[in-house]
């Protein structure tokens, strides 16, 4: 079956990003495809390569890049929510005139319409937040 | 169609309207902070056993054990679930509506 995931809560701050990861680890171990995942409003604080958190602790933002280098997961993180947020690719940075950027690996910045389709393309859409 | 709630009975009352306004015959997954309203000998106790004779209830049990409780400690008739079988009632039901 095809799921869809949608993330609105950051790492460290809600369990939600927590609970959408064993839920989405626990899918495609059955076997099912993970349409994509969807980060919006503070979820898209999962998406900035920046993150260390102490060595003893789950790294939330490399669990969610590693498992979309095993599976090939569409991670997809909401532009509006994430410029307010200071989330950046490269080409956004160009844009904004900033001087660096931050989206981890396996993330991608896109807008609301791929959360529409997500919706769409999927069997179900699961939603994770606060 | 299944419902999942994830806030506490005790601090939001998302668990009381989900079990209110949701049809006989659904599925209500309690999991987060949700899994207190699964516990035996609480206020609630009545309320989710009341909804257990038309409603199936489960929680998951990561959620139960991250808190130091244990499946005894659960409401007899509440299953316990783990992710995969959370995966499995959202495959298994047509519709999921998240109570946020």
């Known amino acids: 079956m095809k799921f869809s995931i949608m993330v609105n809560e950051g790492p460290y701050q809600h369990q939600s990003s927590d609970s959408a990861y064993q ?13 994509r995942v969807f980060f919006y409003h503070d979820g898209v604080n999962n998406a900035t390569c920046l993150t260390v958190p102490p060595q003893d602790d789950r790294h939330v933002v490399n669990r969610w890049s590693e498992l979309s280098k095993k599976y090939n997961l569409d991670l997809v993180v909401c ?52 | 169609m299944l419902h999942t709630v994830n806030k506490s009975p005790f601090e939001k009352n ?7 306004l949701s ?20 206020q609630l106790e009545a309320t989710v056993v009341e909804a257990l004779k038309s409603k199936k209830m489960y929680v998951l049990l990561p959620d139960i054990e991250a808190r130091g409780m244990r499946a005894e400690d659960v409401i007899s008739g509440v299953q316990t679930v783990d992710y995969a079988g959370f995966v499995d009632l959202v495959a298994e039901k047509a519709t999921v509506q998240a109570w946020l």
């Open chain 2, 14 to 20: 998302s668990l009381e309207s989900c079990l209110r």
């Open chain 2, 23 to 42: 049809k006989e015959g659904c599925a209500v997954l309690l999991f987060e902070d949700a899994v207190y309203g699964a516990l035996k000998g609480t």
């Open chain 1, 23 to 35: 839920f989405t680890k626990a899918a495609l171990e059955k076997g099912h495809e993970i349409f």
């Open chain 1, 79 to 130: 532009i509006a929510a994430a410029q307010r947020r200071g989330i950046l690719d490269d080409n956004e940075a160009k844009r904004q005139g900033k001087n660096a950027s931050n989206i981890a690996e396996g993330f991608r910045i896109s807008g609301l319409g791929q959360l529409i389709e997500a919706g769409i393309q999927a069997d179900r859409l699961v939603v994770f937040g606060d």
